[in-house]
């Protein structure tokens, strides 16, 4: 096996699903209830089930007892902005794929927002990012979103999935777009976790039909860490991905 499958291995499960809480939203927007002790909210999601966790460098650091050895670690190498930045569309490269390695990442994570201004520097981020992966054998998690106007728009869900492929990610993070995804799905030869959306959403029903369509798994922030049980929470989502609902990828 090559290093970057047994990293997979960490992160997807035998049935080839994975549950993965997304705890990197702190990093992008500051304080945010339900982040303020990375530990505790880590242990929370683990004791849940949840087979990996998304988060930025500090997060990782501080929270490695709560997940080592117990979950694997995505590590979010692009951001740069905040909620006071004048295009927080824009995502820069703010770690290494070495670093992420050095830190004990299974996983990198590379934000891309299709339709933003700056669309063609992040693409090509992702594109350099998933070169220097596959030399160190790490796979990259590609977090590809429509611009905001289109969230939840097949063909530029579509669009999103495929570009993610095309450019050498090994999984790509989107949104669920309806009775389409089955399309995006079929249009995508790696796998798609669902983004979690809104928190108005129904995020229950949205991961069932996710998973019929061909979904390999789930990549779930606030609805999780802002929920008032998180630890509940994300054991009612593993029930769904791991109880054998839909046909996996």
Known sequence: MSGKAVRLRRIFKEDGRAVISALDFAGFMGPVPGLEVPKEITAKVVRGGADAIIAHPGFAREAQEAYGGKAGLIMRITGGCSPFAPDASYHLPTCSVEE????????????VIMGAPQEHAMLATLGKTAEEAARLGIPVVAELL??????????????????????????????????????????????????????????????EKALQAGAAGVAIGRNIFQAPDPEGYTKKIVELVHGGTGDGK
């Open 100 to 111: 992420a390695v050095r830190l004990g990442a299974d996983a990198v994570c590379v934000m």
């Open 146 to 207: 429509p611009q905001f106007d289109h969230s939840y728009d097949p063909q530029w869900v579509g669009v999103c999935a495929r570009l993610g492929f095309e450019l050498g990610a090994d999984v790509i993070k989107t949104y669920y777009c309806g009775d389409a995804f089955a399309d995006v799905v079929k249009s995508c030869p790696i796998p798609i976790v669902m983004a979690g959306g809104p928190k108005s959403a129904d995020i229950f029903t949205n991961i």
